[in-house]
C-alpha cells in the first residue's frame, strides 16, 4: 500500500496527461483556434509544474509495470513541455489549420511523454510510432506540395519499427515480459543480445537522425513547414535519444563496452557528415537541418562516454539544443512566410529586424559553443566527459568539428549583417515571446547552469539505478 | 575585503546595458563613464597596494559548474594587474577617442564595453576556465568589430580572423580540458596547477605544452601563425585596430606567461621558442619595409615587439618575465596611440598610403607628434614605457640565451629606420604637403594625451609597477 500522499501527484500528472489528449481531440470539434492555444499552454504549463514537483520531490513509483514515474522520466516530460509549449505557441499562426495540428501535436506529445514514461519496450515503440505518424500528418494538413516530406518521414519511421519490433523479438527469450528491467547476465555476450543490441542502436538512430541512417532527414526537414520542423527536431529527435537512454543504459548496461564502440563511431561519422555537408548549404533551413545533425552527434559523445557524468552532458545538451534549435526554426518559419529562405536573402536582417538578427546571432554563438552561452556548458560538459573515460582522441574530433562548424554559423551571421539598405519587416507576438524565452534561457543557464546540471545528475543517477 | 573586482565588471556590465537602452546620442558618454569609473578603481588600487606593498587579492563568487568544481574566481596578481591596468587605460582611449568615423557610436561603444568587459574578466581569473570563457567573448566581440565598422574588405579580413582566432581558442580549450583531467586532483586552479603540475608525465605534459603554445602563438601573433594581423587592422576601424593590437594580442601574450609559469616542461622548450622568436623578429620586420600603408606598418611591429615579448617571456627569468609583462603594458600603449594617430591620417587625407601622404605635420600638429611619440615608445627610446620592458627583456634573454639573445635587437632596429623613414616621408616634410580632407576634433586630441601622459609616466616612474613584481 502505498502513502497516499505521494500518489497524488502522480495521479495529478496522468490526469493532466489524458486531459491534453483529449483537449486536442475536442480542439478538432469544437475548431475555436485562441481558445485552444489558451487552453494547451495551461494544460502544458501544468504538467511543466506538476512533473518538475515529481521530480524535486524524487518520488518513484511504477505503473502496471509499463509505467515507471521516477525523476528520469519527470526530467524530460519537464523539458519536452517546455519544448512543446514554445511550438504550439509558434503553430498559431504558422500553422493552416490550428485545431487539427493542436490535436496531432496532443498525440504527438503523449507519444513523447510515453517514451519518457516507459519502463517496457513495448511502451517505448508504440510511443515512437504514435510520434512519428502524428508528425506525418502533421506536414500533410499544409497542402499538396507536403506530400514528400510526410512520405519520407513515414517511410523512415516505418523501417525504424519494423527493425525495433525484430531487436525485441530477438531478445524476447530472455526478457519474456518485455520490460525495461536488465535483461539477465548470464545471456551477456550471446549472438542474440549483441544483434539485438545493434538492431536497436540502428532503429533509434534512424529516429535520432544519425547518419548513416538519416539520408532523408535533410529533405524532411527542408521540405516540412517551419513549425513541424521545429518539433521534429526539438522534440522528435530528443525522444530517441531518451528512448536510447533507456535502452541502452537499462536493458543493455552488461554490454557498456560494446555500446561505447558504437556510439563513438555514430557520433564521430554524424558529426563530420553533419558539419561538412552543411558547409556548402545556401539554404538556411538545410544548412540547420546539417546543423541539428551534427549536434545529434555531440549528444552522442555522451552515450560514447558511458558514465554517469556522460548521462549527464548528453541530457544538458538534449535541453539546450532543443531550445536552440526551436529558437533557430522560429525565425526561419517566420521568414519562410515572406519568402526568405536562402543565405543571400538573409542579407541586413540587421536592419530589417535587429531582435531576430540579434536573437539568431546569440543562437548561432550557442550552437558553436562560444561562452558564456548555454551551448558552450553542455559542450564543455560533452568534451569533458569523454576525457573523463579516456576517449582524448573522440574529445579532439569534436573540437575539430566544433571549429569547422564556425565557419558556415559565420556565414549566416556576416550576412545578416551586411550593410544594405531594406525595409523592416514585422514580427508577430508568437514568434517574439519565443524567441524571448529560447534567448533568455540560453543567457541565463549559460551564465548559471548549476540547477540544470544538477537535475540532469538527478536524473541520470536514478536511470542508472543509484 | 570589498570585492573590487566584481565592482569592476558589474559597473562595465551596467555600463553596457545603459549604452543599449538610452539615445545614441549619450552612448559614447555613458560608455565613457563607465569605463573611467573602473579606471579611477584600477589606479586606486594601485596606489593603495604602493602603500601597503602588497597586491595580492582575490574573489570568490558562486559555483559554475558544481561538477567540475569550478568557481567564479577572480583575482589579482603582480603580473596581471599590469595588463589589467593597461587594458582599463586603453579602453578608456578607445571608447573615448577612437570613433573618429562618427560611425553608429552605440553599436562600437557597447561592443568596446564587452570587450574591455572580456579583458578584465581575462586578467582577473583564477582559473583556467574563466580563462578561456572570457577569452571567447573578447574574440567574438572583435569580430564583430572588425566586421560591423571596417572598410571595404572587411568581410574577408573578420572571416580569416575568426578562423585564426576559433582555431586557437579551440586548441585553449582542448588544452584546459588536458590540464584538468591530467592534473592530480583534477583542477583549472591555476595556483594549484602551478603547484602540482610537475607530476604530471613528461610526455603528457610536452603535449599539452605544445597545444597551449600553439594557441596563444595564433594569438599573439607570432610568424608564422600571424597572417589574419595585418588584414584585420588594414580593415578594421581606428577602434578597432586600437582594442586588437592594445589588447587582444596581450590575451596571448598574459596566457604564453601563464603557460611558462605553470607547466615545468617549458624549460625544456624555451631554447626553440626564443628561435622561433627571433625569426619572427627578422621575419616581420623585413615585410614592414615593403608595406605602404600605414596602418600595416604598424600591424607590422606589433608583431615585432610581440616576438621581442615572447623571447622574454621564454627566457624563464625573472628579469625576462617581468621585462615581458612591462613590455606588454608599454606596447598596449604605445601601439594603440600609433593606431590613433594613423586613423587620423586615415580620416584627414582620406588616405594612408605613406607614397601620397605628405606633410601631416602642417595639416595636424598634435596627429603628427603623437605618431613621433609612439614611434620612440614602440622602438624603446629612454624616457618611455618600452625602454623599460626593453631593458629588462634582454638582459633576461641574455643571461638565458647567451648573445643570441640579444639578437632581436637588430629587429628592432630595422623597424625603427623604417618608422623613422616613414615619419620623415609623411609627417615632418613639410614642403608639398597633401590637402586634407576632414578634421579630427578635441576628443581624438585628448585621446593622445591620454596614452601619451601613460608612456611617459610607466616610463619615468616604473617602479610604480616594478616594486609590485618583487
Redesign the interface.
Known amino acids: 500500500m502505498l502513502p497516499a500522499i505521494s500518489i497524488t501527484p502522480v495521479t495529478a500528472l496522468i490526469a493532466l496527461l489524458v486531459l491534453f489528449l483529449i483537449s486536442g481531440i475536442a480542439a478538432m470539434f469544437l475548431r475555436k483556434a485562441k481558445a485552444q492555444l489558451a487552453i494547451s499552454s495551461i494544460i502544458l504549463l501544468a504538467i511543466f509544474s506538476v512533473s518538475s514537483y515529481i521530480f524535486i520531490h524524487g518520488i518513484n513509483v511504477t505503473i502496471l509495470q509499463v509505467f515507471k514515474v521516477y525523476p528520469f522520466s519527470t526530467f524530460f516530460i519537464s523539458v519536452f513541455s517546455v519544448g512543446l509549449l514554445l511550438v504550439n505557441m509558434l503553430s498559431y499562426r504558422y500553422s493552416k489549420d490550428f485545431p487539427s495540428f493542436s490535436m496531432l501535436l496532443a498525440f504527438t506529445a503523449s507519444g513523447a511523454f510515453i517514451v519518457a514514461l516507459s519502463f517496457s519496450l513495448i511502451a517505448i515503440i508504440f510511443g515512437i510510432e504514435i510520434m512519428a505518424l502524428s508528425t506525418a500528418f502533421m506536414i500533410i494538413i499544409n497542402g499538396k506540395q507536403y506530400v514528400e516530406p510526410a512520405v519520407k518521414l513515414f517511410v523512415l519511421a516505418a523501417i525504424a519499427v519494423a527493425v525495433m519490433g525484430f531487436a525485441m523479438a530477438l531478445i524476447f527469450q530472455y526478457d519474456p515480459q518485455l520490460s525495461i528491467g536488465q535483461i539477465p547476465a548470464a545471456s551477456v555476450g550471446t549472438y542474440f543480445v549483441l544483434l539485438s543490441l545493434l538492431l536497436f542502436a540502428g532503429a533509434l538512430a534512424m529516429e535520432g537522425a544519425v547518419f548513416p541512417f538519416n539520408l532523408w532527414i535533410p529533405d524532411v526537414y527542408q521540405g516540412a513547414p517551419g513549425n513541424v520542423t521545429a518539433l521534429l527536431s526539438g522534440i522528435n529527435k530528443k525522444v530517441a535519444f531518451v528512448a536510447m537512454f533507456e535502452i541502452f543504459f537499462v536493458l543493455f548496461i552488461n554490454n557498456l563496452q560494446l555500446l561505447s564502440t558504437v556510439f563513438l563511431a555514430l557520433s564521430v561519422v554524424t558529426m563530420f557528415f553533419g558539419n561538412i555537408v552543411a558547409l556548402v548549404q545556401e539554404n538556411v533551413k538545410r544548412l540547420f537541418a546539417y546543423s541539428s545533425i551534427s549536434q545529434a552527434g555531440y549528444i552522442l559523445i555522451g552515450f560514447a562516454a558511458a558514465s554517469l ?1 556522460g548521462i ?1 552532458a548528453s541530457a544538458f545538451q538534449i535541453l539546450a539544443h532543443m531550445l536552440m534549435i526551436i529558437g533557430a526554426f522560429a525565425i526561419i518559419t517566420w521568414l519562410e512566410q515572406k519568402n526568405i529562405k536562402t543565405i543571400d536573402d538573409y542579407a541586413a536582417l540587421g536592419r530589417r529586424s535587429p531582435l531576430a538578427a540579434l536573437s539568431l546571432t546569440l543562437i548561432m ?1 550557442s550552437l ?1 559553443g ?3 552561452l548555454m551551448g ?2 553542455g559542450k ?2 560533452l ?2 566527459s569523454a ?2 573515460s579516456g576517449l ?1 582522441a573522440l ?2 574530433l569534436a ?2 568539428n ?2 569547422i562548424s ?2 558556415y554559423y ?1 556565414k549566416v551571421i ?1 550576412s545578416m ?2 550593410r544594405k539598405e531594406a525595409k523592416p519587416i514585422p514580427m508577430g507576438w508568437e514568434v517574439k515571446a519565443v524567441l524571448l524565452i529560447v534567448v533568455a534561457a540560453i543567457i541565463l543557464f549559460g551564465i ?3 540547477p540544470i ?2 537535475a540532469a ?1 538527478y536524473a541520470g543517477s536514478t536511470l542508472l539505478g543509484y | 575585503m570589498i570585492p573590487i573586482i566584481g565592482a569592476m565588471l558589474l559597473i562595465l556590465i551596467i555600463g553596457l546595458v545603459a549604452t543599449i537602452a538610452l539615445d545614441e546620442r549619450h552612448s559614447r558618454a555613458i560608455a565613457t563613464a563607465a569605463s573611467l569609473v573602473v579606471l579611477v578603481i584600477v589606479i586606486s588600487v594601485l596606489f593603495n597596494s604602493l602603500l601597503t606593498g602588497n597586491i595580492v587579492h582575490s574573489e570568490q563568487y558562486a559555483y559554475y559548474l558544481p561538477s567540475l568544481n569550478v568557481a567564479f574566481e577572480m583575482q589579482f596578481t603582480p603580473i596581471s594587474f599590469a595588463l589589467l591596468l593597461m587594458a582599463s587605460i586603453v579602453s578608456l582611449a578607445a571608447i573615448y577617442a577612437g570613433n573618429i568615423e562618427k560611425e553608429s557610436p552605440k553599436a562600437s561603444s557597447a561592443l568596446l564595453l564587452l570587450f574591455e568587459f572580456a579583458a578584465i574578466g581575462l586578467f582577473t581569473s583564477a582559473n583556467f576556465l574563466l580563462f578561456f570563457i572570457f577569452w571567447d567573448i573578447g574574440v567574438v566581440v572583435l569580430f564583430f568589430m572588425i566586421y560591423l565598422f571596417g572598410s571595404a574588405g572587411r568581410k574577408r579580413a573578420a572571416i580569416k580572423f575568426l578562423i585564426y582566432e576559433i582555431l586557437a581558442s579551440s586548441l585553449l580549450l582542448l588544452g584546459i580540458l588536458m590540464i584538468y583531467f591530467y592534473t592530480p586532483l583534477h583542477s583549472f586552479d591555476l595556483s594549484y596547477i602551478a603547484l602540482n603540475f610537475h607530476l604530471v608525465s613528461q610526455g603528457v605534459q610536452s603535449l599539452i605544452f605544445l597545444i597551449l603554445f600553439f594557441a596563444f602563438l595564433i594569438n599573439m601573433p607570432v610568424f608564422p601563425v600571424h597572417l589574419w594581423l595585418p588584414d584585420a587592422h588594414t580593415e578594421a576601424s581606428t577602434q578597432g585596430s586600437m582594442a586588437l593590437s592594445g589588447i587582444l594580442t596581450k590575451f596571448g601574450g598574459y596566457g604564453m606567461l601563464l603557460l611558462f609559469a605553470t607547466i615545468p616542461i617549458a624549460s625544456s622548450f624555451s631554447y626553440y621558442v626564443a628561435i622561433l622568436a627571433i625569426i619572427s623578429a627578422f621575419y616581420a620586420a623585413f615585410v614592414l619595409m615593403r608595406q605602404h600603408d600605414i596602418k600595416r606598418v604598424v600591424a607590422y611591429t606589433t608583431i615585432v615587439e610581440m616576438s621581442i615579448i615572447l623571447i622574454g617571456i621564454a627566457s624563464l627569468d625573472s628579469f625576462g618575465t617581468y621585462g615581458a609583462a612591462y613590455g606588454m603594458l608599454a606596447h598596449g600603449f604605445a601601439v594603440a596611440m600609433l593606431f590613433l594617430a594613423a586613423g587620423s591620417v586615415g580620416h584627414l587625407f582620406a588616405d594612408r598610403d605613406i607614397r601620397e601622404v605628405k606633410g601631416v605635420i602642417t595639416t595636424s600638429l598634435s596627429t603628427a607628434y603623437t605618431f613621433l611619440i609612439g614611434t620612440f615608445a614602440t622602438t624603446g627610446v629612454p624616457l618611455t614605457a618600452a625602454f623599460i620592458g626593453d631593458i629588462l627583456i634582454f638582459s633576461g634573454a641574455q643571461s638565458a640565451f647567451g648573445n643570441i639573445g640579444l639578437l632581436p635587437l637588430g629587429a628592432l632596429l630595422i623597424t625603427g629606420a623604417f618608422m623613422y623613414f616613414v615619419i620623415n616621408k609623411s609627417f615632418l616634410s613639410a614642403k608639398d604637403s597633401s590637402k586634407n580632407v576632414n578634421y579630427i576634433g578635441l576628443s581624438q586630441k585628448v585621446g593622445f594625451g591620454i596614452l601619451m601622459l601613460a608612456i611617459i609616466i610607466f616610463g619615468i616612474l616604473p617602479f610604480m609597477i616594478l616594486k609590485l613584481f618583487t
Open positions: 557524468y549527464e554563438l558553436i562560444v561562452p558564456p558552450f556548458v564543455f560538459l568534451f569533458s576525457i573523463s582524448l574529445a579532439v573540437i575539430i566544433s571549429f564556425v565557419y559565420a556576416l549583417y551586411s548559471y547552469p548549476q546540471i544538477t545528475t
